[in-house]
């Protein structure tokens, strides 16, 4: 048996676009809790700017749903297409290290590691203070 | 003669012994193999519903049945968060990416006196002094829970205290690892071995999750989360023998290819 998911991609959402990145989520997602994929901001870029960072590991339809128009899933029938189109128009796939300006995302095999992908975008995670 | 080679020679179940053993006596707690099928029953599914089975290396794991008599599940309803169900080399593991990944489940108010948090685990990476967590059991002060910093220190919550092994873990080998509180008096067992420890800060707690056990991290949307395996875990409450814990020691060292 071969699993479906083939790819892993990590997204890099700006800090004042998490909630429309959400909406996108909720429709490339699998699940009507989807919409919480972005949540804390605690990567940062080398000028200091912050995002919130997703990785997972995703079918090939992905890649494929990113650049078309949206319909609602039928998990979210209800949610806000006008905030996932505005997230959409956003993304850079495999472009690059990440800006507030885009949405990044590198897409890659699914054996390649969240934190090479985090490398790529240029990002780097916000100490935490010890317990 | 009928029934020749099966009357009185099935074979025992180390898992079904162990589980019968921790959780006979209606003890609190929960039991987690990340494999697709345990015992014969589907125990790994892709989603949080449970409709979606792993059947396959690479799925995500989003819900994760508990083996002991308690169903207390472990899920991820969020897609991103849910791990790798990963099987490499005959071993079957849960795979945590330290971005997002993490199972949650209730949390179970029990007797915070007498509890044991076992885990078989392969931390990979702790960055900047950064700890990276196994797990979390518990809630407030009453909290349990793991985990590891970049110098291989073990650390282990019990109660508002913080306690540390000294440089035990070398990061990217496996290991088994209770933390245990009986009587109220704690400690840190790793392959086996009682391991010296030393009680640290006074640490708060809230940042942490609330009301929920987590699997993979420990705070609710920070870093600090886990890069690495978890190739099986347990809470329980109650009091327990040095032969149950050497038992758990066992049976997590033989499905996580440590060697005691």
Redesign the interface.
């Known amino acids: 048996?071969?699993?479906?998911?083939?790819q892993r991609a990590?997204i890099a959402t700006p800090l004042a676009h998490i909630p429309d990145a959400n909406q996108l989520?909720l429709r490339l997602?699998?699940?009507?809790?989807?919409d919480?994929?972005f949540?804390?901001a605690?990567y940062q870029d080398a000028s200091g700017n912050l995002y919130a960072?997703?990785?997972?590991?995703t079918k090939p339809i992905f890649a494929e749903m990113a650049g078309q128009p949206l319909q609602a899933p039928d998990h979210a029938p209800d949610m806000d297409l006008a905030a996932a189109t505005r997230a959409q128009a956003l993304l850079q796939i495999n472009g690059g290290i990440a800006s507030p300006d885009v949405i990044a995302v590198i897409l890659g095999d699914?054996l390649e590691?969240?934190?090479d992908h985090?490398a790529a975008l240029g990002l780097t995670?916000?100490?935490?203070d010890?317990? | 003669m009928l029934n020749f080679g099966l009357i009185g020679r099935r074979r025992s179940d180390p898992l079904a012994a162990l589980i019968a053993q921790l959780f006979g006596n209606a003890e609190q707690g929960a039991f987690y193999i990340p494999r697709p099928i345990v015992n014969g029953v589907q125990s790994l599914f892709q989603d949080s519903a449970g409709t979606v089975p792993v059947t396959a290396d690479g799925d995500p794991g989003g819900k994760m049945l508990d083996q002991s008599p308690n169903s207390i599940n472990a899920s991820q309803s969020v897609s991103a968060e849910r791990p790798v169900y990963t099987l490499a080399n005959g071993l079957d593991f849960l795979l945590f990416d330290e971005v997002d990944d993490r199972m949650l489940f209730p949390f179970i108010a029990g007797d915070a006196d007498n509890f044991v948090f076992s885990i078989a685990v392969t931390p990979e990476v702790a960055i900047d002094s950064n700890p990276r967590y196994f797990g979390l059991v518990g809630t407030g002060i009453n909290l349990q829970c793991g985990y590891i910093n970049d110098s291989g220190i073990i650390f282990t919550r019990v109660a508002n205290t913080t306690y540390n092994t000294g440089s035990e873990v070398v990061l990217g080998n496996t290991y088994v690892i209770s933390h245990i509180v009986q009587n109220g008096i704690p400690s840190i067992r790793i392959n086996a071995v009682n391991k010296n420890f030393s009680a640290g800060g006074d640490p708060t707690a809230n940042s942490f999750f609330s009301n929920t056990g987590v699997l993979g991290a420990g705070y609710e949307s920070t870093s600090n989360k886990l890069q690495g395996k978890i190739h099986a875990a347990l809470f329980r409450y109650g009091s327990i023998t040095e032969s149950q814990l050497s038992d758990i020691d066992t049976y997590f060292a033989s499905v996580a290819g440590v060697t005691l």
């Open positions: 048996m071969t699993t479906q998911y083939q990590t989520a997602g699998e699940s009507a809790a989807d919480q994929t949540t804390a605690s960072v997703a990785s997972t590991v699914r590691s969240a934190q985090i995670p916000i100490p935490q010890t317990p």
